[in-house]
């Protein structure tokens, strides 16, 4: 049968017409923000939670669903590790300590949290964490004791200093020599670790340790509980960091502070001096400036986080500036103002730590001003629970941003962008050792 002309043509129009039809079902993403081209955003940008992440980290099967390589019948020896600082670097090098332990063949004591002033901490290991409970859950992976044998806890432990190293420390070369002849060694690990060159039973005695072992204590699991109950729900836990020490210690140079704050910075620098000039910009511009809470306040606004929202505020004291945060978001909450007891006054860093990470932990959303210990614990925490909406803002994009002179609904367009691309391929979300990265 022949077709006319008008028919052929007809015929091409809508094969052509489906071919397209189909590639746009098929190729074109269903995440909203893909819905325009990146240089042409609508003026309605969508609160970044409600956008469909691509990338998410969760725990590696090898760790969750394998089992623990059977320990060597006999021990190389004792190791303590020495903790120090926040609580979050204590538990930190604890974990480090614990992966390094296993590899090494040996006995793990009950880690010494050191005494610090300048944290306000004087509480040991058993003050916040669940002895008991990180022994049962450590079973399997690692031997761990309260108690040393008799003939070995009249000694003092050979010290073997780790912390100021870095890069390729290999700790069976440096290490064992010293556990093997000494039998009883205590150690603050490195800086630095390579734990992709540890053997999978190592690595497996890190994860459960870190994310499975630790535990508060009943007594402060209550207390965080009852915090818990006493935030207005939903909330989203801002981790905002601008404390006097901090800005001092980034070498980094702010304009339009109060003077109080201003002379609080002085105070806290000491012989570190900021930086000035072009290494002032280009120190700036590669994110080493923490976000002030007005610049904080900003950036959550470029991302459609309502102003009602209600913040509980997962900070420690000394905040400046706060009032830059609390003029737009006025529904902010702090362990002060919901735990005024005076249990809860009476409480030491470290204690009081733990609760703004129980509650992080378990908060609707999480927003981190930085990406320290306490960030890093509390995202993959998330990610273990199935909680995605988690987010570190950008200090290197607001930095550049700004510098390029961008001011008003351009800077949050770019702002929302940059977060956007973050939130959507989980950037930031959980710590690789233990967790893997999953398409979604």
């Given at each position: 049968m022949i077709i006319p002309t008008v028919g052929k043509t007809l015929l091409r129009i809508t094969v052509i017409f489906f071919s397209i039809f189909l590639a746009l079902i098929l190729f074109t993403p269903s995440f909203p923000f893909f819905q325009y081209p990146v240089n042409s955003l609508p003026s309605y940008r969508p609160e970044i939670w409600s956008l469909r992440r691509i990338v998410e980290w969760r725990p590696c099967n090898w760790w969750i669903q394998g089992h623990p390589a059977a320990l060597p019948a006999k021990s190389n020896g004792y190791i303590r590790v020495e903790c120090y600082g926040g609580l979050n670097q204590m538990r930190r090098d604890l974990c480090d300590g614990v992966g390094v332990a296993r590899l090494l063949n040996a006995t793990l004591v009950l880690p010494k949290f050191e005494v610090a002033?300048?944290?306000?901490?004087?509480?040991?290991?058993?003050?916040?964490?669940?002895?008991?409970?990180?022994?049962?859950?450590?079973?399997?992976?690692?031997?761990?004791?309260?108690?040393?044998?008799?003939?070995?806890?009249?000694?003092?432990?050979?010290?073997?200093?780790?912390?100021?190293?870095?890069?390729?420390?290999?700790?069976?070369?440096?290490?064992?020599?010293?556990?093997?002849?000494?039998?009883?060694?205590?150690?603050?690990?490195?800086?630095?670790?390579?734990?992709?060159?540890?053997?999978?039973?190592?690595?497996?005695?890190?994860?459960?340790?870190?994310?499975?072992?630790?535990?508060?204590?009943?007594?402060?699991?209550?207390?965080?509980?009852?915090?818990?109950?006493?935030?207005?729900?939903?909330?989203?836990?801002?981790?905002?960091?601008?404390?006097?020490?901090?800005?001092?210690?980034?070498?980094?140079?702010?304009?339009?502070?109060?003077?109080?704050?201003?002379?609080?910075?002085?105070a806290a620098r000491g012989d570190r001096k900021a930086w000035t000039g072009e290494q002032a910009r280009i120190w700036r511009n590669r994110g080493k400036c923490p976000l002030t809470p007005n610049e904080t306040a900003l950036i959550l606004q470029a991302l459609s986080i309502p102003t009602n929202t209600n913040i509980y505020l997962a900070a420690g004291d000394g905040l400046m500036e706060l009032e830059g945060l609390t003029s737009v978001y006025t529904n902010v909450f702090t362990k002060s103002t919901l735990h005024s007891g005076e249990d809860f006054t009476s409480m030491h860093g470290n204690t009081k730590a733990a609760l703004d990470y129980y509650v992080s932990i378990s908060s609707d959303s999480y927003v981190a001003t930085y990406f320290g210990n306490m960030d890093k614990m509390v995202a993959a925490m998330r990610a273990l629970k199935g909680l995605p909406k988690t987010l570190f803002l950008s200090r290197r994009g607001f930095a550049v941003l700004t510098s390029q002179g961008l001011k008003g609904k351009a800077l949050l367009e770019a702002l929302w962008k940059v977060h956007r691309d973050d939130f959507v391929m989980g950037v930031g979300s959980a710590l690789p050792d233990c967790f893997c990265e999953y398409k979604l």
């Open positions: 002033a300048y944290w306000n901490e004087s509480s040991g290991f058993g003050d916040v964490f669940d002895v008991d409970y990180f022994i049962q859950k450590m079973s399997g992976f690692i031997e761990v004791v309260k108690e040393l044998p008799a003939e070995i806890a009249s000694k003092e432990p050979f010290h073997v200093d780790c912390s100021k190293r870095k890069g390729l420390y290999d700790y069976v070369e440096s290490v064992l020599p010293s556990l093997l002849e000494h039998r009883y060694i205590s150690f603050t690990p490195a800086m630095s670790q390579r734990r992709d060159r540890y053997p999978l039973y190592a690595k497996a005695a890190f994860c459960q340790a870190c994310y499975n072992a630790l535990r508060l204590t009943s007594t402060l699991e209550k207390k965080a509980s009852e915090l818990l109950e006493a935030i207005p729900k939903p909330f989203l836990s801002l981790h905002l960091r601008f404390e006097p020490d901090m800005v001092a210690y980034s070498q980094c140079e702010y304009s339009n502070l109060s003077p109080a704050s201003l002379q609080a910075i002085d």
